[in-house]
Each structure stands twice: as C-alpha cells, then as structure tokens.
C-alpha cells in the first residue's frame, strides 16, 4: 500500500482555479492507477477522475469535464487535479485514492476542504 496526503484545497470564489495535490509514500507509485473522488456535505461520494498508471488514460466524471484536469508525476510521486471554473457545486472534501494496477482502491488520503462561493 501507499500512504497519501492531498494538499490545495481552500476557499475561492466561483469562477476561480484550484489545483489540488496529492503525494504518495513508497518506490512503487508508477504500479499504481490514482483517482480522486470528492464528498458534499449530505451526499455519497463521487468518483471525479482516474489516471493510469501510466498516465496514459483518464476519466473524468461528466460533471468536470472540460474544467479538471487530472496528472501525474512519477518522478514526484504525486498526482494532481486542476480545478477551473469552479462551481459552488463542486464544494467538496476531495480525497485522492491508489489502485494497484487495475485493481480496486485500496489506500486513501484523509482529503482536503474545497469551498466555492457564489
């Protein structure tokens, strides 16, 4: 497993750009599929994008597509989510998960605080 720490998140205005961060512990980070999902207050959670381990494919959920961007560093260990004209729906604790290949996640960051205000 790895452990995982996001950083970014804050409070900005609807319209602004955020980009969150998520590094990752251990020599194996390039083995592993990383995702992010975020949690509104009140709602399940939502799986928001998906990178390879590669950084060859990605998903994003319809709902952020042509606004976020999903990368990665492996040199860095860490992945990122670009996050532009936000919404105030987008208001979410974000939290950045590791797959190991195509497996199913199985470690998870303790998430960062994104508010967006109208």
């Known amino acids: 497993q790895v452990q995982l720490v996001e950083s970014g998140g804050g409070l900005v205005q609807a319209g602004d750009s955020l980009r969150l961060s998520c590094a990752a512990s251990?020599?194996?980070?390039?083995?592993?599929?990383m995702g992010w999902f975020r949690q509104a207050p009140g709602k399940e959670r939502e799986y928001v994008a998906r990178?390879?381990?590669?950084?060859?494919?990605?998903y994003y959920t319809d709902s952020v597509k042509g606004r976020f961007t999903i990368s990665r560093d492996n040199a860095r260990n860490t992945v990122y989510l670009q996050m532009n004209s936000l919404k105030p729906e987008d208001t979410a604790v974000y939290s950045c998960?590791?797959?190991?290949?195509?497996?199913?996640?199985?470690?998870w960051g303790q998430g960062t605080q994104v508010t967006v205000s109208s």
């Open positions: 998960a590791a797959a190991l290949r195509n497996g199913a996640f199985s470690s």
């Open positions: 251990g020599r194996t980070f390039s083995s592993y599929t």
């Open positions: 990178i390879s381990w590669l950084g060859l494919t990605t």
